[in-house]
């Protein structure tokens, strides 16, 4: 891969990313230039690189790529979203080597995507930052300053970086710290930590324990180093607060979003298991118990029951599974499972990211989200030499002149 197409590369790799939860592309089009420029460079890479992968990435591959066949059911929007699926897809053929480079290119430019962000979010608190456009989409409003969205409303005082909602934003952060390690002696990562405490996301600090807990008792490779990591991120944090003269504020933030959404409750367990409002669960629920769960109803069909229901919020599992059904469901995780610790003699390793990723479905039902692109270059990068690639197999065996037998 060339320096021009690798550098095309990275760009669709961080627009699919984005896509959907950035300030960057909230102005665009679904069907814009964007779009259709992802699944050109997701067909190259797929034409490229589909002779030469394993049977458990062509399994993983064809399974997201029926999605569309799925949500769409058969409809003439399937093949537009088949493309549109590609640059997705097209991720899990990377051999090793490519993936490694992506990885750390894409994870790179999202940091400092991030860091800038929270520059932004500081100076909003002392002197303001430049003016930007102002926004509406859906129930979200209020000014784009391309990498800081400035709420006055929907979530006030709640960092939410250049995504439409804190949980987003939060997620993003979190899947960038999980491909990295957890290693905060990196200036950027404690950047991105902080702005992980700064969105004051229940969902993001809950997936920041799991992942961060299940890599300190699942990897080989630590031992207690990891805990002396985090002081410096945890010591930037109170220093920080001090500086900004903003204590109270955070504090009363911290109590009101976080604490106050723990509290149990008889109905929901906690306080903060709002995913779905009263008229959702009553709408999930019964088709839940009919016989189109096997299926799923397709996206079109649930977005007009959903439109036609006063009420209706819902954001989980369960909004994927109306969608898709179950037997895509079980499909996708598991070949998903198949691609991650298949042929894999490092599965520990592996482990913590998986149970961050099935966490997050659980609690957004978006298993395309921002965490899939690195998700995948994560596993394909550091993936054991058992399951790479047969062509870089073949071609070792020939530099070091060792017969096949």
């Known amino acids: 891969m060339n320096k021009q197409v690798e550098f095309l590369v990275v760009i669709s790799l961080i627009l699919s990313i984005l896509s959907g939860a950035a300030s960057l592309l909230t102005t665009l089009n679904p069907n814009?230039?964007?779009?259709?420029?992802?699944?050109?460079?997701?067909?190259?890479l797929a034409l490229r690189f589909f002779k030469r992968?394993?049977?458990?990435?062509?399994?993983?591959?064809?399974?997201?790529?029926?999605?569309?066949?799925?949500?769409?059911?058969?409809?003439?929007?399937?093949?537009?979203?088949?493309?549109?699926?590609?640059?997705?897809?097209?991720?899990i053929l990377l051999p090793k080597s490519?993936?490694?480079?992506?990885?750390?290119?894409?994870?790179?430019?999202?940091?400092?995507?991030?860091?800038?962000?929270?520059?932004?979010?500081?100076?909003?608190?002392v002197g303001g930052v430049p003016l930007g456009t102002y926004f509406s989409k859906d129930q979200y409003s209020g000014i784009n300053q391309l990498f800081l969205l400035n709420y006055s409303y929907n979530y006030r005082n709640k960092f939410c970086g250049f995504c439409l909602e804190?949980?987003?934003?939060?997620?993003?952060?979190?899947?960038?710290?999980?491909?990295?390690?957890?290693?905060?002696?990196?200036i950027l990562n404690n950047i991105v930590l902080l702005s992980i405490i700064l969105s004051f996301s229940l969902g993001g600090y809950l997936l920041s324990v799991i992942g961060w807990t299940a890599f300190v008792a699942f990897n080989n490779e630590l031992e207690?180093?990891?805990?002396?990591?985090?002081?410096?991120?945890?010591?930037?944090?109170?220093?920080?607060?001090?500086l900004s003269n903003q204590f109270s504020l955070v504090q009363k933030m911290f109590d009101d979003k976080i604490i106050a959404r723990m509290e149990l409750d008889s109905d929901k367990g906690i306080v903060g298991n709002n995913r779905q409002s009263t008229a959702a669960e009553i709408?999930?629920?019964?088709?839940l118990e009919s016989r189109e769960i096997i299926w799923g109803i397709g996206s079109e069909k649930y977005q007009e029951d959903k439109n036609s229901i006063s009420y209706y919020d819902a954001c989980s599992y369960l909004v994927f599974l109306v969608q898709y059904g179950i037997i895509y469901t079980i499909l996708l995780l598991s070949s998903l499972a198949l691609f991650t610790f298949g042929k894999n003699d490092k599965k520990r390793n592996?482990?913590?990211?998986?149970?961050?990723?099935?966490?997050?479905?659980?609690?957004?039902?978006?298993?395309?989200?921002?965490?899939?692109?690195?998700?995948?270059?994560?596993?394909?990068?550091?993936?054991?030499?058992?399951?790479?690639?047969?062509?870089?197999?073949?071609?070792?065996?020939?530099?070091?002149?060792?017969?096949?037998?």
């Not at 804190?166 to 990196?186: M, Q, R």
Request: aromatic share 18%.
């Open 32 to 44: 814009s230039f964007f779009n259709i420029y992802n699944a050109i460079i997701g067909t190259y």
């Open 53 to 91: 992968a394993s049977y458990m990435q062509l399994i993983f591959f064809s399974v997201v790529l029926i999605s569309s066949f799925f949500s769409e059911k058969m409809s003439s929007h399937a093949f537009i979203s088949v493309a549109y699926k590609m640059p997705l897809a097209s991720v």
């Open 98 to 125: 490519h993936s490694s480079l992506l990885l750390r290119k894409v994870s790179m430019i999202l940091k400092i995507f991030v860091a800038i962000s929270f520059v932004m979010y500081l100076f909003s608190f």
């Open 166 to 186: 804190p949980g987003y934003f939060s997620l993003l952060c979190v899947a960038l710290l999980c491909v990295d390690k957890f290693d905060t002696k990196k």
């Open 224 to 242: 207690n180093k990891l805990l002396k990591r985090l002081f410096p991120a945890i010591t930037a944090f109170i220093f920080l607060l001090v």
């Open 283 to 287: 709408y999930l629920l019964s088709v």
């Open 350 to 405: 592996f482990l913590y990211l998986f149970l961050v990723f099935i966490a997050d479905f659980i609690q957004h039902g978006l298993p395309f989200g921002s965490l899939f692109i690195l998700y995948i270059l994560y596993v394909n990068t550091y993936r054991s030499s058992k399951s790479i690639h047969m062509h870089e197999r073949l071609s070792y065996l020939s530099r070091t002149n060792i017969k096949i037998s």
